[in-house]
């Protein structure tokens, strides 16, 4: 069959668009999806409070072992750029950690969760953690959580656990959110994939490690209580 002289030069355009376009997809395919950036030399704002927390040598100046470990704290934490500098990011996910530990097995000791209430999951935004408790009697926790980011904050006050979902997912963020118990509209205590400590923190609800997740959904049931309260840390 003769091909018209017009769709012949179409034809032929198209053909010669896949051959360029060809090359160039290899191209890309060939460079290394994962491939970790170069460390930097310079040294951060927080050189000093960063080595401390890491066990380095606290002489202020970066060096290429101090920027190995603490580009590999970044990657675990998905801190972004993953580059070792000591900077503010980073800093404030180490300083909040210290906090963390800080609060010990009293994490109610200024004693803003109720304890008149029975058994309530208190949420403290300002350290970033979450506990269980029966009046005064600690019964799980502390342990981290990650709440809500600048723009999404996890909503503070009394509140109740209204409706639990093992395997939820998120049909607005196309993710799994294991765990899930609701407390206010759709925010909820649920587990994730990764560090609690990455920054910028979530949508709104209290993300968990899968064990504390885990546990949290043994211990609660609908109609508990749960109280927010602090402001988390850049909101």
């Given at each position: 069959m003769r091909i018209p002289a017009a769709r012949s030069r179409r034809l032929g355009a198209l053909f010669a668009a896949?051959?360029?376009?060809?090359?160039?997809?290899?191209?890309?395919?060939?460079?290394?999806?994962?491939?970790?950036?170069a460390c930097t030399t310079s040294t951060g704002p927080y050189?000093?409070?960063?080595?401390?927390?890491?066990?380095?040598?606290?002489?202020?100046?970066?060096?290429?072992?101090?920027?190995?470990?603490i580009q590999a704290f970044q990657t675990k934490h998905g801190i972004s750029p993953n580059i070792g500098y000591a900077g503010p990011i980073t800093w404030g996910v180490m300083d909040l950690m210290?906090?963390?530990?800080?609060?010990?097995?009293?994490?109610?000791?200024?004693?803003?969760?109720?304890?008149?209430?029975?058994?309530?999951?208190?949420?403290?935004?300002?350290?970033?953690?979450?506990?269980?408790?029966d009046g005064?009697?600690?019964?799980?926790?502390p342990v981290p959580v990650r709440t809500g980011r600048n723009g999404y904050e996890t909503r503070t006050g009394a509140k109740k656990i209204y409706w639990r979902n093992k395997n939820h997912w998120s049909t607005i963020y196309d993710v799994a959110m294991p765990y899930s118990q609701f407390f206010?509209?759709?925010?909820?205590?649920?587990?994730i994939k990764g560090s609690v400590w990455s920054p910028p923190g979530s949508h709104g609800c209290v993300n968990m490690r899968?064990?504390?997740?885990?546990?949290?959904?043994?211990?609660?049931?609908?109609?508990?209580?749960?109280?927010?309260y602090g402001r988390k840390p850049g909101t």
């Amino acid at each position: 069959m003769r091909i018209p002289a017009a769709r012949s030069r179409r034809l032929g355009a198209l053909f010669a668009a896949a051959a360029v376009a060809a090359p160039l997809a290899v191209a890309v395919g060939a460079a290394p999806a994962h491939a970790a950036p170069a460390c930097t030399t310079s040294t951060g704002p927080y050189q000093k409070q960063v080595e401390g927390f890491l066990g380095l040598k606290v002489d202020g100046r970066q060096s290429a072992s101090d920027c190995k470990a603490i580009q590999a704290f970044q990657t675990k934490h998905g801190i972004s750029p993953n580059i070792g500098y000591a900077g503010p990011i980073t800093w404030g996910v180490m300083d909040l950690m210290n906090k963390q530990k800080a609060a010990g097995k009293n994490p109610n000791k200024a004693g803003k969760c109720p304890t008149d209430k029975g058994r309530i999951a208190c949420v403290d935004l300002t350290r970033q953690l979450s506990w269980i408790q029966d009046g005064k009697k600690l019964v799980k926790g502390p342990v981290p959580v990650r709440t809500g980011r600048n723009g999404y904050e996890t909503r503070t006050g009394a509140k109740k656990i209204y409706w639990r979902n093992k395997n939820h997912w998120s049909t607005i963020y196309d993710v799994a959110m294991p765990y899930s118990q609701f407390f206010d509209g759709g925010q909820a205590f649920h587990s994730i994939k990764g560090s609690v400590w990455s920054p910028p923190g979530s949508h709104g609800c209290v993300n968990m490690r899968s064990a504390d997740a885990a546990a949290y959904w043994s211990l609660l049931k609908n109609g508990d209580d749960v109280y927010v309260y602090g402001r988390k840390p850049g909101t």
